[in-house]
């Protein structure tokens, strides 16, 4: 296999990011969809070599592709090299990432026809997954960390696309300054792993950990520290506070950022310096332990939210809470397999919830309703998305949600029972949102999100042909990507056992056989009673919705404010503590010390000098009085110190 293959999954997307903004700039005004095309085509090249760099992975010994890397800089007895690293876990995070982009990329020209900003798009689009296949390749993790700061840099621009929106603009902000107090966690274990190993370079850095180097309080530390970083991207308890504000971007970045790229980086993060973190039973325990509170605390918030996007990016959260979880308390194979999975259903789910907006013009579910009349493709294709992401028998989700759970109950009964509770929320809030949708009679829609350059026809459509053929790709991912797991796959591929783990289990004994099995058929039954609930509640009307809210307004309000999360970061924090406390106290001190002892000295000199000059008045004795005086101030000095 080549070697420049690698390079090319990463530089295609990035030259195409610069072939838009720099080289067809002056033909894209009159050729707009040029910028499409050439994005597309890229990332359909990436996309391609990338299964081919899996096929090879696979096949190799040890799973591990040889790479010769580039050395760059030597400082001192520091050499600085700029490599690839091609493992079982780049393999299949960079043909998730290329494939959820590509199928991002040809949807998008069907949503965003007509915007003014289509060509700053797709060249936005470019860069942000350019930066993530940057960071999921690098072989150091210096260069890793400037990757992960592209991916920072992404989605602050495609958040903030619409930056004349005031609601866009803030939510980019604040995704940018909320991650950044994640990477500060991040930038110092770098800093301490330089300080103890003397060496950037991600394998070497396995080797002395394996070697001992590495151990004991450090060693947590920095794991601490990685994770830190972790949960500013993968928006983990308590620094979730960004991701659902990051729906003010264009639906198609939602799905990017939620399934493959800004919040995949933070589990990839954990997964790649696993090694580091199964040497420190501590570090594993905080991994497992916060997995598992997100995953039911953003459940809980997604019970009460009518935004369809909104709903979709708690369920967001709870599921990356899931894959920290099933990291924690499983392993690499655990985690990413359900990584893997989530990417196709949630990347399915966000673009059904943008072909939604593109018919009704809104994201309000409580103004949608019947829709699964008008829009056939649609409504089959985001049930689908739903049943998996629900973890419904033998669709996707199951394979992977089941593996977390089991590992779940094996090591931590408490985490299990978390765990085993959000499978039942995440049931309920996702039929309520099929159902508030795609049933009952339509309410008649509202504006769309792209403002006056997108006019909707009278009445809710089936979106084009360019947005449904996607959502049937990844309609048939979400339900058979789970079944490569089967017969072990993924664990014989992270545990160099492929031939072995193939062998140990028929597929058909496997797939069929998995239901006998107390622990998945409870898991599975309690799974339908959320759909069965949200049925009874939206569909029957046996239970009165109002009725239950009115019963527990209490929690309800404590829900709809999202725990109040966000007051206690602007209001409290940020504005009491910050801006009116801490702050204020600097700029007292700044006035008061600083510029007081400034301003003293300069008066102080001012007013010598006011007192000296009055010696200088031309008179020749005041002249020899002075002299004299200094001559026996020299006298004395001399004769007391000399």
Same mark, same amino acid.
């Given at each position: 296999?080549?070697?420049?293959?690698?390079?090319?999954?990463?530089?295609?997307?990035?030259?195409?990011?610069?072939?838009?903004?720099?080289?067809?700039?002056?033909?894209?005004?009159?050729?707009?969809?040029? *910028?499409?095309?050439?994005?597309?085509?890229?990332?359909?090249?990436?996309?391609?070599?990338?299964?081919?760099?899996?096929? *090879?992975?696979?096949?190799?010994?040890?799973?591990?592709?040889?790479?010769?890397?580039?050395?760059?800089?030597?400082?001192?007895?520091?050499?600085?090299?700029?490599?690839?690293?091609?493992?079982?876990?780049?393999?299949?995070?960079?043909?998730?990432?290329?494939?959820?982009?590509?199928?991002?990329?040809?949807?998008?020209?069907?949503?965003?026809?007509?915007?003014?900003?289509?060509?700053?798009?797709?060249?936005?689009?470019?860069?942000?997954?350019?930066?993530?296949?940057?960071?999921?390749? @690098?072989?150091?993790?210096?260069?890793?960390?400037?990757?992960?700061?592209?991916?920072?840099?992404?989605?602050?621009?495609?958040?903030?696309?619409?930056?004349?929106?005031?609601?866009?603009?803030?939510?980019?902000?604040?995704?940018?300054?909320?991650?950044?107090?994640?990477?500060?966690?991040?930038?110092?274990?770098?800093?301490?792993?330089?300080?103890?190993?003397?060496?950037?370079?991600?394998?070497?850095?396995?080797?002395?950990?394996?070697?001992?180097?590495?151990?004991?309080?450090?060693?947590?530390?920095?794991?601490?520290?990685?994770?830190?970083?972790?949960?500013?991207?993968?928006?983990?308890?308590?620094?979730?506070?960004?991701?659902?504000?990051?729906?003010?971007?264009?639906?198609?970045?939602?799905?990017?950022?939620? @399934?493959?790229?800004?919040?995949?980086?933070?589990?990839?993060?954990?997964?790649?310096?696993?090694?580091?973190?199964?040497?420190?039973?501590?570090?594993?325990?905080?991994?497992?332990?916060?997995?598992?509170?997100?995953?039911?605390?953003?459940?809980?918030?997604?019970?009460?939210?009518?935004?369809?996007?909104?709903?979709?990016?708690?369920?967001?959260?709870?599921?990356?809470?899931?894959?920290?979880?099933?990291?924690?308390?499983?392993?690499? @194979?655990?985690?990413?397999?359900?990584?893997?999975?989530?990417?196709?259903?949630?990347?399915?789910?966000?673009?059904?919830?943008?072909?939604?907006?593109?018919?009704?013009?809104?994201?309000?579910?409580?103004?949608?309703?019947?829709?699964?009349?008008?829009?056939?493709?649609?409504?089959?294709?985001?049930?689908?998305?739903?049943?998996?992401?629900?973890?419904?028998?033998?669709?996707?989700?199951?394979?992977?949600?089941?593996?977390?759970?089991?590992?779940?109950?094996?090591?931590?009964?408490?985490?299990?029972?978390?765990?085993?509770?959000?499978?039942?929320?995440?049931?309920?809030?996702?039929?309520?949102?099929?159902?508030?949708?795609?049933?009952?009679?339509?309410?008649?829609?509202?504006?769309?999100?792209?403002?006056?350059?997108?006019?909707?026809?009278?009445?809710?459509?089936?979106?084009?042909?360019?947005?449904?053929?996607?959502?049937?790709?990844?309609?048939?991912?979400?339900?058979?990507?789970?079944?490569?797991?089967?017969?072990?796959?993924?664990?014989?591929?992270?545990?160099?056992?492929?031939?072995?783990?193939?062998?140990?289990?028929?597929?058909?004994?496997?797939?069929?056989?998995?239901?006998?099995?107390?622990?998945?058929?409870?898991?599975?039954?309690?799974?339908?009673?959320?759909?069965?609930?949200?049925?009874?509640?939206?569909?029957?009307?046996?239970?009165?919705?109002?009725?239950?809210?009115?019963?527990?307004?209490?929690?309800?309000?404590?829900?709809?404010?999202?725990?109040?999360?966000?007051?206690?970061?602007?209001?409290?924090?940020?504005?009491?503590?910050?801006?009116?406390?801490?702050?204020?106290?600097?700029?007292?001190?700044?006035?008061?010390?600083?510029?007081?002892?400034?301003?003293?000295?300069?008066?102080?000199?001012?007013?010598?000098?006011?007192?000296?000059?009055?010696?200088?008045?031309?008179?020749?004795?005041?002249?020899?009085?002075?002299?004299?005086?200094?001559?026996?101030?020299?006298?004395?000095?001399?004769?007391?110190?000399?």
């Amino acid at each position: 296999m080549p070697m420049q293959v690698p390079w090319l999954i990463f530089l295609l997307p990035f030259l195409s990011f610069l072939m838009i903004g720099l080289v067809l700039r002056p033909f894209l005004p009159r050729y707009p969809r040029l *910028a499409g095309y050439v994005t597309i085509g890229a990332v359909g090249i990436s996309c391609a070599l990338s299964f081919w760099v899996l096929g *090879a992975v696979i096949s190799s010994p040890g799973h591990m592709l040889p790479v010769d890397d580039i050395r760059w800089a030597v400082v001192g007895n520091l050499e600085m090299h700029i490599g690839v690293m091609v493992d079982s876990l780049t393999a299949v995070m960079v043909v998730v990432v290329t494939f959820i982009s590509l199928m991002v990329q040809i949807y998008s020209q069907g949503y965003m026809k007509g915007d003014p900003g289509y060509m700053r798009y797709y060249a936005f689009m470019s860069l942000f997954t350019a930066c993530m296949l940057g960071l999921v390749l @690098a072989n150091n993790i210096l260069f890793m960390f400037v990757f992960w700061e592209g991916v920072g840099l992404g989605s602050y621009l495609l958040i903030g696309f619409w930056f004349h929106k005031p609601s866009a603009a803030n939510a980019a902000k604040k995704a940018f300054i909320v991650t950044r107090f994640g990477d500060l966690g991040f930038l110092a274990a770098i800093l301490i792993l330089f300080a103890t190993t003397g060496t950037f370079d991600t394998g070497e850095i396995y080797k002395l950990v394996a070697a001992g180097t590495l151990t004991g309080t450090t060693l947590t530390w920095v794991a601490i520290g990685i994770f830190a970083g972790a949960c500013g991207k993968s928006a983990q308890f308590p620094l979730h506070v960004w991701l659902p504000d990051a729906m003010e971007g264009p639906t198609p970045v939602s799905a990017l950022i939620h @399934a493959a790229t800004m919040v995949a980086a933070g589990v990839f993060l954990v997964a790649r310096f696993y090694p580091i973190f199964s040497h420190s039973p501590e570090a594993m325990l905080v991994v497992a332990v916060i997995g598992a509170f997100t995953a039911i605390f953003a459940a809980s918030i997604g019970f009460v939210m009518n935004d369809i996007k909104r709903v979709l990016a708690y369920s967001t959260i709870s599921q990356l809470g899931y894959m920290m979880l099933g990291l924690g308390v499983g392993g690499v @194979a655990i985690g990413i397999f359900h990584l893997f999975n989530h990417a196709f259903f949630k990347a399915l789910l966000f673009l059904g919830a943008g072909s939604v907006n593109h018919s009704s013009g809104t994201f309000d579910m409580r103004l949608m309703g019947g829709l699964r009349k008008s829009m056939p493709w649609t409504y089959i294709t985001f049930v689908i998305g739903s049943l998996s992401l629900a973890g419904i028998w033998p669709l996707a989700g199951f394979w992977s949600k089941d593996e977390i759970l089991m590992n779940a109950f094996s090591n931590n009964p408490t985490l299990f029972v978390l765990a085993l509770i959000t499978v039942f929320m995440t049931a309920f809030y996702m039929f309520r949102a099929v159902f508030m949708t795609f049933h009952g009679e339509y309410k008649g829609g509202a504006p769309s999100e792209h403002g006056d350059h997108d006019e909707h026809p009278q009445g809710p459509h089936e979106s084009p042909a360019v947005m449904v053929v996607p959502l049937v790709i990844l309609a048939v991912m979400a339900v058979c990507s789970g079944w490569i797991n089967v017969t072990g796959f993924f664990n014989g591929l992270f545990e160099g056992d492929v031939e072995g783990a193939v062998h140990k289990i028929g597929f058909l004994e496997g797939f069929f056989g998995t239901l006998t099995h107390p622990l998945p058929l409870a898991s599975l039954l309690i799974a339908l009673a959320g759909i069965f609930l949200a049925f009874a509640i939206y569909i029957k009307k046996w239970i009165s919705a109002e009725k239950i809210t009115n019963a527990v307004r209490p929690l309800y309000t404590l829900l709809s404010h999202k725990y109040y999360m966000d007051d206690l970061y602007e209001n409290v924090i940020v504005k009491t503590f910050l801006y009116n406390g801490l702050f204020k106290l600097f700029a007292m001190f700044d006035t008061s010390v600083v510029d007081g002892t400034v301003n003293g000295t300069a008066s102080a000199a001012s007013s010598a000098g006011s007192a000296l000059k009055k010696l200088q008045n031309g008179q020749t004795q005041v002249y020899a009085f002075t002299i004299a005086l200094g001559v026996v101030a020299i006298a004395v000095v001399v004769y007391l110190f000399g």
